[in-house]
Structure formats: C-alpha cells, structure tokens
Nanobody
C-alpha cells in the first residue's frame, strides 16, 4: 500500500488549499481514509475521516465548517479542501488508511495501518 499526499504550500490566513492523497496497492473502496496533522512539538492529531463509500464524514471540531474531506473511489484519491485557513492550521498533513478500522477509533492515529509521507501546510498571519 502506498499513499502519496500532495497540495501543501505557504498561504496567508483566509486563503484556501486543497490537499490530495493518491492511493495505490489496495482495494481503495475497502479502506476508511483519514487526514491527520502534526505541528512542531505537538502530537499528531486527527483532522477528518471519510467512510469507505463516502457516505459519512467526521471532523475535528476546530476545522468543522472550514474543511471538507471527499473521496473518489474510481480514482483512488481522497482530498481535503481547506478554506479560511488560520495560522493554527500550520502543520504537516498526513493521509492515512485502514481496512479494518473500527469507527469508534477513527480519531486515533494508532488505529490506521498505512500512512503517506506528509505535506507541509504553512499559514502566515
């Protein structure tokens, strides 16, 4: 399984970015997909997740209403549209996947078995 995240960059507060994660080597529609982020000196934290068929999504409270997770099972991709970015959103963003994920644990990084390499998002004030 390989996950390749892209789309990060340096933006100003209030701007938007769209992160993408391309997956290969897996039956994509069988995997719950998530996005996590890690700021310097902090633990990796949950951002958003999406169910296998995309019918359900979950968000960390601070990003609700600003971020949208989506997936395209035909293209094996998951995206994170980030609007109204804030300096506190600055972090390395990682996509994650797991086939056997128990939905009660989807906010736990340890529940995901596969990770991408991360993409840096920097938001200046």
């Amino acid at each position: 399984v390989q996950l390749q995240a892209s789309g990060g960059g340096l933006v100003q507060a209030g701007d938007s970015l769209r992160l993408s994660c391309a997956a290969s080597g897996l039956t994509f529609s069988s995997f719950v997909m998530g996005w996590f982020r890690q700021a310097p000196g902090k633990e990796r934290e949950f951002v958003a997740a999406i169910a296998r068929r995309g019918g359900n999504t979950w968000y960390e409270d601070s990003v609700k209403g600003r971020f949208t997770i989506s997936r395209d099972n035909a293209k094996n991709t998951v995206s994170l549209q980030m609007n109204n970015l804030k300096p506190e959103d600055t972090a390395v963003y990682y996509c994650a996947a797991d086939e056997r994920l128990i939905l009660g644990r989807l906010r736990e990084a340890s529940a995901y078995g596969y990770w991408g390499q991360g993409t840096q998002v920097t938001v200046s004030s």
